[in-house]
């Protein structure tokens, strides 16, 4: 089981992995906490788009299921609303009624139900940072975390997924100074590399997992 927050997030977090198992005959269940309905539309092609930009969670949905049948996997919607990445400074509130601001409980009430159902050997999930500072992410791992700790959650083994890869990769791509003098670079990709490996940044050794994403 491979919990995610959003619509297409089991597509760039793990989906190799999943593949992986599912091509070993191994049941895989993808759980979307969120329907996506505050995402970004990234793909330049696609910006400005007056259906998409008016019907987001549809064609969000439509990847969804194209998602689902490329992967081979099993999906349940959680059915939790989007709370979007708030930006600014002062970041805004987050809207009312959504992923990020459900009572803990509430929401992992409804992982358990879902656990009990497909009986997982293994969840995954975020790190208690979401992977990235989406409140979405780091409620999802809140929420999975918290639906483990269940007493009523049948003797599954969770293994936390930590989202190494992509850093890995990011980490090869820079040049040599990033990890001889880190203190040079103040973008956003390094804020990311110190959360992460803290003063750790020039010993940590990268864990690449043998199943590389793609
Ligand atoms: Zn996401």
Redesign the pocket.
């Known amino acids: 089981m491979c919990v995610?927050?959003?619509p297409?997030?089991e597509s760039s977090k793990g989906a190799a992995t999943m593949a992986k198992y599912v091509y070993e005959g191994v049941d895989v269940l993808v759980v979307t906490c969120t329907g996506?309905e505050r995402g970004s539309v990234l793909n330049p092609k696609l910006q400005g788009d007056p259906y998409i930009e008016e019907h987001i969670h549809e064609v969000r949905a439509k990847e969804m299921d194209e998602a689902r049948q490329i992967l081979g996997v099993k999906q349940s919607w959680l059915g939790f609303v989007d709370s979007g990445l708030p930006e600014g400074d002062p970041l805004p509130p987050l809207p009312a009624g959504c992923f990020a601001l459900q009572d803990v409980d509430v929401a992992a009430g409804a992982l358990v139900k879902l656990i009990r159902e497909f009986r997982p050997h293994v969840i995954t999930t975020y790190d208690e940072n979401g992977g990235y500072p989406?409140p979405?992410?780091v409620k999802t791992h809140e929420v999975t975390v918290e639906a483990f700790d269940d007493p009523d959650v049948p003797g599954v083994t969770c293994y936390i997924a930590r989202a190494r890869t992509e850093l890995a990769m990011r980490v090869r791509s820079l040049s040599g100074a990033v990890r001889d003098d880190p203190e040079r670079l103040k973008d956003e990709m390094v804020r990311t590399l110190r959360r992460y490996f803290g003063d750790t940044i020039n010993k940590r050794p990268i864990i690449v997992p043998y199943v590389m994403e793609v």
């Open positions: 995610h927050a959003h297409d997030d996506g989406h979405d992410h």
